[in-house]
């Protein structure tokens, strides 16, 4: 079974009365443990795209099955839920809590939902040591270089151990050896299991991911598997658009 | 527990929008601290009222009659002259009338050798000690003798006493000086001490009516008459019939109003009661609006304060915060800064009342009341003015807010 099923998902925003659809009608498979980058010219609809995958918003009209639930049917509580338990964010801006130290801000997650606070301690502590600021933790972001502010969004992203890491262009605001490093976390992430999904528009950044799929103006163009990409878990059903 | 995770989130919130909080905390307290202050002086003068009656020495029989037109001890007219020596014969003449007792009263400087003072005479009869049961620690009192001679004699309160007297001193016998008179001390009247508003009973000096009229003011008029009835149940009739003799004596036509006033412990009771309740309607004007002025200040500065935080609300939706978790965090951060500002306008308020009643300028008690008022009051204003922006903050799609 597919951990991610969208089809015929289509988005239409609606201002002063324009209405601009930008997803035209997206059909889309991906399984637990892949690792696929959508790519595409900025305009096209990856951040849509990514925003519906993540339950930030719900689809005009078409249906959304995450891991087996009908997402497209939920009400915000559910949905938040969903986006806590089984999500977890990567932004290309960090989006980290001002003011905030590296810990509080890897501890986010775990306000929402029933982990005991002790519990909760020793995990966020845990989490910090594996990206390497064991000893930044209690630094606001404004005092971490853009790298280790990545660094705390995964691992914000991974407390709460996700079904899907949702990174929406993760290297764009660094440079390419922060960026590198970054990548690699994905990498060996991946190699641990994880789902991952990449959106960026640098075709090296792709090329890292076993599976490219191409949007451009609101559908799937393309939906390739990277040759060079060893293949990972052989159990791993894939199906294509 | 969810909320609980939601009011941290809050507090901590706070601690991050210390500019925030300062200015909505003072818009707060500055209505609280209005309300406290207000509040105090309510009490006070409640207060100074009520042991004004408590120090005027009235039994439910007694009541008096003040000369002038007005109400209680508001007289219209300056130094009414109207009440005379014959009112009070026809008032003593009334079968229900215990006793009758003439007073006069002026405020005048008495002097021994080198030590003065300025005190208030009061020109009465001996029956003053039966109705006042004011008792004697020196001496005795004036007796009829002393009143029909005219005698110079004097019983004097504790004040004056330790004011002429300073080094102990004994007074019996000694000749004081009131006005242009010299007088024999012939009592000392026991300390009663200050009221708790200021008011100082001890300070007096009583000289026989008849001593006043023909030495001291030259006036036949009296200031005021004591009168006792029988028993409380004759009071009201007493009163009606007084009220026919002195229209009658003062050749009152019909329509004109009374030159004279009652004081009874009743009347002064409802009087304290209206202006307790003027006092009221007035203070929940002035809270109102000063708690509306302090609520708009917490309205504006969390719909500012929730712009600037956006991206924070985004991000929290992002990460699994409900709506009802966005609503609680902003909810829990308004109430609390709304009774923060409580908390600091009643100690203002208390500081402001305490300055005041140092001042003597106004009356002031400070009561529990305040403490409760601004505790429901100041998390109300909280509660009513923070729900439209915090339900604005969870109101925004995640989507949106993390662009």
């Known amino acids: 079974m597919s951990l991610i099923h969208l089809e015929d998902v289509k988005k239409s925003y609606s201002n002063i009365g324009m209405v601009t659809q930008v997803l035209k009608g997206v059909t889309l498979k991906i399984s637990e443990g892949e690792y696929v980058a959508i790519i595409g010219p900025s305009g096209a609809g990856k951040s849509t795209l990514m925003a519906i995958m993540g339950c930030l918003g719900r689809p005009t009209s078409g249906s959304y099955y995450l891991d087996g639930e009908p997402v497209d049917r939920m009400n915000d509580k559910q949905l938040s839920r969903i986006r806590n338990e089984k999500i977890g964010f990567v932004f290309q801006a960090f989006h980290l809590l001002a003011g905030v130290s590296a810990f509080d801000n890897v501890y986010l997650p775990l306000v929402y939902c029933q982990t005991p606070p002790a519990d909760a301690r020793i995990r966020v502590r845990e989490i910090l040591e594996k990206v390497g600021l064991g000893e930044r933790m209690s630094h606001s972001p404004g005092k971490l270089s853009g790298g280790e502010q990545q660094r705390v969004t995964i691992a914000r992203a991974l407390i709460n151990q996700p079904k899907i890491i949702l990174a929406d262009e993760p290297t764009g605001n660094l440079d390419s050896k922060n960026g590198a490093e970054i990548m690699e976390i994905f990498d060996r992430l991946n190699a641990e299991g994880n789902t991952i999904i990449l959106i960026t528009h640098d075709p090296k950044v792709a090329a890292r991911a076993h599976r490219t799929i191409h949007i451009i103006d609101g559908l799937i163009e393309k939906d390739e598997i990277n040759e060079n990409f060893p293949e990972p878990d052989p159990g791993a059903e894939r199906t294509r658009a | ?403």
């Not at chain 2, 009221?195 to 006043?212: A, C």
Request: glycine content about 8%; hydrophobic content about 45%; overall charge positive.
């Open chain 2, 1 to 403: 527990m969810r909320i609980f995770r939601n009011l941290i989130q809050a507090l901590k919130g706070l601690g991050r929008n210390k500019a925030n909080v300062f200015l909505m905390t003072l818009g707060v307290a500055v209505g609280i601290a209005s309300l406290t202050v207000i509040v105090a002086i309510g009490e006070g003068t409640r207060a100074k009222v009520l042991d004004r009656i408590a120090g005027f020495g009235f039994g439910p029989e007694s009541f008096s009659l003040y000369a002038g037109s007005g109400r209680l001890f508001f007289r219209k007219a300056q130094m009414p002259t109207n009440l005379s020596f014959q009112d009070l014969e026809d008032i003593a003449s009334l079968p229900t009338v215990r006793h009758a007792m003439p007073r006069q009263r002026k405020r005048l400087i008495a002097v021994y050798r080198k030590n003065s003072t300025s005190t208030r005479i009061y020109g009465v009869t001996p029956v003053w000690q039966t109705i006042r049961a004011w008792p004697i620690t020196d001496g005795k009192f004036f007796d009829a003798r002393d009143m029909d001679r005219k005698n110079k004699a004097a019983v004097l309160g504790a004040t004056p006493i330790k004011n002429l007297f300073p080094d102990g001193e004994d007074p019996l016998g000694k000749s004081v000086r009131i006005g242009n008179v010299f007088f024999k001390v012939v009592g000392v009247l026991e300390k009663k001490g200050l009221t708790e508003s200021g008011y100082d009973p001890d300070n007096r000096v009583l000289i026989p009516i008849s001593t006043s009229v023909a030495r001291l003011t030259h006036e036949a008029h009296l200031h005021s008459i004591k009168v006792q009835a029988m028993s409380p149940e004759v009071v009201e009739e007493t009163m009606e019939a007084t009220r026919r003799i002195l229209r009658r004596n003062h050749n009152l036509s019909s329509i004109a109003a009374d030159d004279f006033r009652f004081v009874t412990p009743t009347g002064i009771m409802e009087w304290v009661t209206e202006q307790k309740q003027a006092m009221n309607r007035m203070l929940i004007l002035i809270s109102t609006v000063s708690l509306l002025v302090g609520g708009i200040v917490i309205m504006n500065i969390m719909l500012v304060s929730i712009r600037e935080r956006i991206h924070e609300i985004g991000v929290r939706r992002c990460f699994g915060a409900r709506r009802l978790d966005i609503t609680q965090q902003f909810l829990f951060e308004s109430v609390f800064v709304s009774m923060l500002g409580g908390i600091v306008g009643t100690v203002l308020g208390v500081v402001v009342s305490l300055i005041l009643k140092r001042t003597d300028m106004i009356p002031v008690q400070i009561t529990w009341e305040p403490f409760v008022l601004a505790g429901i009051f100041s998390g109300a204003v909280g509660l009513v003015f923070g729900i439209q922006p915090a339900r604005k903050a969870a109101n925004w799609s995640p989507e949106e807010t993390i662009r």
